[in-house]
RNA sequence: GGGCGCGUAGCUCAGCGGUAGAGCACUACGUUCACACCGUAGGGGUCACAGGUUCGAACCCUGUCGCGCCCACCA
């Protein structure tokens, strides 16, 4: 006997545990491979709503591929997370009163942070569990494992000796609170409101020139000052200290008396050369922009080409350096400090002209949230144009499909304008860089220390050292001192993840094994994978990246498609945040309504190309459509509806039950159809609706007369179609409620396997019956049409009346006779009568093929049933005029598909006759 | 400055060339023996606006107005 309700609490760990334990979730069988691997989630992490609907997409996707006897391998693992793990055990440390990472070292710090993850770092997978995320937990894998970081090592290696990677000293986005380099995309640039600060550099020598102040319509110049000094204009004082220059457009008319002179650099007290460079908007500002080498971008290229001095002004925590280009009295202040003095200072000598409240864009660190600065320092960097041409041309070539297909674009807008990719950060947790440094400045990569020794030997030797010399090298700092030094630094975090797809199933080692003893390795079975499901806000971090080592690699694409779904955000529209206070917690609700209402309510509303609001509401709406469920199957548990492995729906004879695997089959059309091309919600919607909408509402209540009848060969077919049908029902919800759904597979019969590893139904698996859809689709619609009138007329919900089928020709009278309880039943009837004109003064109800008239004399109010006639009547007038209009139209039935003008030349007759038997009804009713 | 997307029922959203839809909310009725986490019936929309293409437009094109998001070096 199943349980009034299900309960999902005690029920969902126990089956998850059941699927976990049995080995469903390996792959097996010699099905085709269906591979997904998990956008790793940070070991730091706990379950957020984007997770959610992430992992409900991607196992949806494997239970479906498994059930169609696939075999499914879902790669899961953790990301190592640089620096978000890095800070979180840095403010534990805090928190506890703990000496800083600095004072303990780099080796004791790492311990401490494999210890937190040992401890703090599983979390997030067995809230993956909780959600029923169906991923081979047995080949789970961690980015700082082993194997991963040989990957690691062995990628950076080839790159550095492809060239691919190399050390450079240039401008970087240096992050001063967490005092380390970023990339580019740990950038966000956020508008605050700024000042823009007009200062006075004097021209050396007390040097005049004509300044233009007021021109004429032409832009001539029709008045001039005379000017002692250059003007330009900054958003951060403090930077002038670093000036080399002050640039103006060569075309630029105004400054052309002054260029190649020098002008003195305040505070400074040097002079700088005033220069030409196409950089420079003559129309923006004054037209004369100072040029700071060491910390700008714009001006380090302007730096460059004009071979101007750089002056680095800050430390690794942006404080005033202690250089001598930089007056004492800056020295050591922060970089917001200096600024304040730089302008009071500047404001002391009469030089401010003016400061403007501006709004600018300013770069801020995404995981520090301060100013990121940019420096001038020493970084490795992948040259990341040269392997996104292989990645862009996959996409071009259509070997890689994103989905929405807008998102393409979005892709080779950034790989076609892709810039040097940063990956070294100065970090203790990540994979340390497999490079070091020798006595004679030398940089020595190899996969481990003794191989960089082998090359450096060599090296030293082939420079002309004995081997006497090189030891005398080891020894230079004071006796034992190794002769290379590892480089500190460690790589940027989606270094690792961008291999992700290859390094979980075993490169490097098994690609070698991969073609022996004729097994195939898992690398070849499983590479390429199937699909990608992410959100757009990880393509360039993550996607791009994956798409870049994997076409380099693998010299194959990591994914044959991608799905980009949406993000999800509160009702408002707003992305949730912690910050915000607006975050909806997905643990919370599944407490609350369960997994299985969480997952589908995410699947429904994973329209394509839009963003998820979610509301509780739905949530709670879905777990109430798996109550319906289970109701549902507990009627037919109640109703003797058993399922029979002999049962063969083929073999159906009874129109409802032929009516309703017809129905079934053309669900499990639409959803299959719907997952194959990842539109979720169509997938969800059609299930729904035939569940809730047709087996519930229609057959389950239809058969109740059977069921409830006497025993017969009609009931037991009907038992069995019944049980049959929602066995199907079982199958087709599965992958988005595997929990309730497993629940009642194995509640409903003894089967011989899990459902979660149960065949998909095929399509041939629902023979089509359009007859009978056609008869029961008619009794439904009189159904339907008796209850409204019934309604509408106030007749009591209770009262059973007699009905009269008017005029019914051969077809109708033989689809009443064989539908006569159900009609009766369902329409509230208690007799059925055929005649062949309506009595007086009855309710009459025009439907398909007749009028159905309500005797019901003396009890309804004529006027009210006129009313009601009239209405239909009216209604039937606009459709036919409607028609009339367009079928009068030459040009529509000329040009209009056949199909549509004989659809509406259908519907003209249809609504023609029932506006004659409306017209007939409503004479007859008048003369009452 | 470029790019992408969105404005459809009170709310959240489907539909994206051929009769305007769902869920929730709302109204009325209901002690029908699976289910009130329910049932039955119902109200509610010039599909942002203006042009255009078409026999036909919520849907395609152009523009306008609102609203998001992403990228970008205007000092």
Known sequence: MLDKAFDPQTAEPRLYEAWETSGVFKPSGAGEPFTIVIPPPNVTGSLHMGHALNNTLQDVLCRFERMRGRSVLWQPGTDHAGIATQMVVEREMAKRQEPRRTEIGREKFLEKVWAWKAESGGTIISQLKRLGASCDWSRERFTMDEGLSNAVRKVFVQLYREGLIYRDKRLVNWDPKLVTAISDLEVENTEVSGHFWHFKYPLEGGATYQFPIAHDEDGNPTEWETRDYISIATTRPETMLGDGAVAVHPSDKRYAPIVGKKCLLPLADRYIPIITDEYPDPDFGSGAVKITGAHDFND??????????????MDERARMLDADYIPEKYRGLDRFEARKQVVADIDARGLLIKVEDKKIMQPFGDRSNVVIEPMLTDQWYVDAEQLAKKAIDAVLDGKTKFTPENWTKTYFQWMRNIEPWCVSRQLWWGHQIPAWYGPDGHIYVAETEEDAMKDAIIRLTAEGYSLEDINNMRRHE????????????????????????????????????????????????????????????????????????????????????????????????????????????????????????????????????????????????????????????????????????????????????????????????????ALESYRFNDAAGAVYRFVWNVFCDWHLELTKPILMGPDCAAKTETQQATAWVLSEI?????????????????????????LAVTSWPAPGDFPAAEKAAEEINWVIGLITAIRSARAEMNVPAGAKIPMIAVGADASVSLAIDANRDLIARLARLDEIHLASTSPKGAVQIVHEGGVYALPLAGVIDIDAEKSRLKKEFDKC????????????????????????????RERRIAFVERQEKLTAALKQISEA
């Open 300 to 313: 380090y290229k302007v730096a460059q080409r004009n071979n101007i001095k750089l002056y680095i002004l």
């Open 478 to 673: 004071g006796g034992e001192g190794p002769l290379l030094v590892r480089d500190e630094d460690v790589l940027d975090t989606w270094f690792s993840s961008a291999l992700w797809p290859f390094s979980t199933l075993g490169w490097p080692e098994d690609a070698s094994a991969s073609s022996q003893g004729g097994k195939q390795s898992l690398l070849a079975k499983h590479y390429p994978t199937n699909v990608l499901v992410t959100a757009h806000d990880i393509i360039f971090f993550w996607v791009a990246r994956m798409m870049m080592m994997g076409t380099h690699f693998m010299k194959d694409v990591p994914f044959k498609d991608v799905y980009i779904h949406a993000l999800v955000l509160d009702e408002k529209g707003q992305k949730m945040s912690k910050s915000k206070g607006n975050v909806i917690d997905p643990l919370t609700l599944i407490d609350k309504y369960g997994a299985d209402a969480l997952r589908f309510t995410l699947a429904a509303m994973a329209a394509q190309g839009r963003n998820i609001r979610l509301s509780e509401a739905r949530v709670e709406g879905y777990r109430n459509f798996g109550t319906k469920l289970w109701n549902a199957a507990r009627f037919c548990e109640m109703n003797g509806c058993v399922f029979d492995e002999g049962f063969k729906p083929a073999m159906a004879k009874e129109t409802l039950n032929q009516w309703i695997i017809h129905e079934a089959g053309k669900a499990a059309a639409e959803t299959m159809g």
């Open 730 to 754: 079982l199958k087709l919800l599965h992958p988005f409620m595997p929990f309730v759904t497993e629940e009642l597979w194995r509640e409903t019969a003894a089967r011989p396997k899990a």
């Open 877 to 904: 007038v606009k459709e036919i005029e409607t028609i009339y209009k367009k079928m009068s139209n030459p040009n529509f039935v000329d040009k209009a598909p056949v199909e549509v003008v004989e659809e509406n």
